[in-house]
Structure formats: C-alpha cells, structure tokens
C-alpha cells in the first residue's frame, strides 16, 4: 500500500514563491498519476491538476493556469505542487491524492490521500 | 464542464439509513466512473465508494453506491448509522476536461 506524506505547514507573505511537496512510500510510486486538491477554509475540494510521476505528463484544471505548476522527481518518487508570485487568496490546505491504478493511463479515481499541507499567505 | 449537485446537509439518527445525491449537471452519469469520499473534521479525504458502487477494503458494507441514469445522478447510501459517520461527503467524477467534485454533504447523526 502506498501512503503518501506531504511537507509540513507553511506561513508566506504575498508575493513569495512556495514549492510543497508530496513523497509516496511502498511500491513503485513512480508508476501513479498523483492530483493536488485545494480546500479553501471552509470549503469544498477543488482539482488543480494531476500529474505523473513517471514523465511528468500533467493535466491541468483551466482555473488554476498561470497560477501554479505541477512537477515530480521519480526518483525521488515526489510529486510537487509550485507557485512563483503568492496571494492571500492562496491561503488553503493543499492535498495530494493518488490515482488508484498505476502506470500512464489517465483514470482520476484516488485511492490514497495526504495528510494536507496548510499554506497561510499574509502580509 | 459540468458540475456535481449534492444537498448542502443532511441529518438523521443513529441505526437509519440515508441516501446522498449526486446530480450531474451534463453529459450521461454513467460515461465516467463516481467515486464518493468522506472528510471527518479535522482529517483527510478517504474513500467510501469508487467506480460507481465498489468498496474499498476496510469500508463497511454498510456503505454503497448507485448510478441512476434516468435522473442522472449517482448517490451514497449509508445504512445503520454510527456517530463515526458524522463527516463530509463529496462525490467526485471526471471527463476529457478535467476532474469535478461535487460541493459536499454534511453529514450528521444526532
């Protein structure tokens, strides 16, 4: 079973940039797509975008464009969840969730969730 | 794209049962697999029902799922009602364009 640990929390001011991260243990991690979901205080789940771990093929929810990037490591079997610039608005827990079945078929059905990693922007 | 509904909260006792739905704004219900999460206060999503109306290991047959095509909308059905029950249920589905979750449910069991 792979459970997946994300990094811990973090307090930024606006305009900072922020890479958080998202490390799978078991077996072969590498071989999952990994999605970053965002819960704003309060709120429901929102897709950012999903990406795999063993090219770094992404997919991208239109809303979040621009705003933030997606990347892994496989070797380091670590998916990353990145902004340049930012904004208050950012503020949120952001979870990672990995796609039940392995390798480079696209299938968003989760299966393992992070324990989430609480980003505070404030000035 | 297309959204998911799902009533805002729900309550009922301990020992019932109740249904949760899940009505897809567009598109056919049954073109992409449901899957059905639960949040407890304080924790991380888990999952109850993925692929429609399968069970992970470990989740109680107590839990289900369905797809109703005529209304289009998938539910969650949670028979004999512990308090442990008492969370955020978000159904959740895809297509080409992306990945939709419904809004949550609140549950709770008085």
């Known amino acids: 079973e792979v459970h997946l640990v994300q990094s811990g929390a973090v307090v930024k001011k606006p305009g900072d940039s922020l890479r958080i991260s998202c490390k799978g243990s078991g077996h072969s991690f590498s071989s999952y797509w990994v999605a970053w979901v965002r819960q704003l205080p309060g709120k429901g789940l929102e897709w950012m975008g999903s990406?795999?771990?063993?090219?770094?093929?992404?997919r991208n929810n239109p809303s979040f464009r621009g705003q933030v990037t997606l990347s892994a490591d496989k070797s380091l079997d670590v998916a990353y969840l990145q902004w340049d610039s930012l904004e208050a608005s950012d503020s949120a827990i952001y979870y990672c969730a990995k796609q039940a079945s392995p390798g480079a078929y696209y299938l968003p059905l989760f299966d393992s969730w992070g324990q989430g990693t609480l980003v505070t922007v404030s000035s | 794209n297309f959204m998911l509904s799902q009533p805002h909260s729900v309550s009922e006792s301990p020992g019932k049962t109740i249904t949760i739905s899940c009505t897809r704004s567009?598109?056919?219900?049954?073109?992409?697999?449901v899957q059905w999460y639960q949040q407890r206060p304080g924790g991380s999503p888990t999952t109850v029902i993925y692929?429609?109306?399968?069970?992970p290991s470990g989740v109680p047959d107590r839990f289900s799922g369905s797809i109703d095509v005529s209304s289009n909308s998938a539910s969650l059905t949670i028979s004999g009602l512990m308090t442990e029950d008492e969370a955020d249920y978000y159904c959740?589905?895809?297509?080409?364009?992306?990945?939709?979750f419904g809004g949550g449910t609140k549950l709770t069991v008085l």
């Open positions: 959740q589905s895809f297509d080409a364009r992306g990945v939709v």
């Open positions: 567009s598109g056919t219900v049954a073109d992409n697999y």
């Open positions: 990406v795999y771990l063993g090219d770094s093929d992404t």
């Open positions: 692929e429609d109306n399968e069970r």
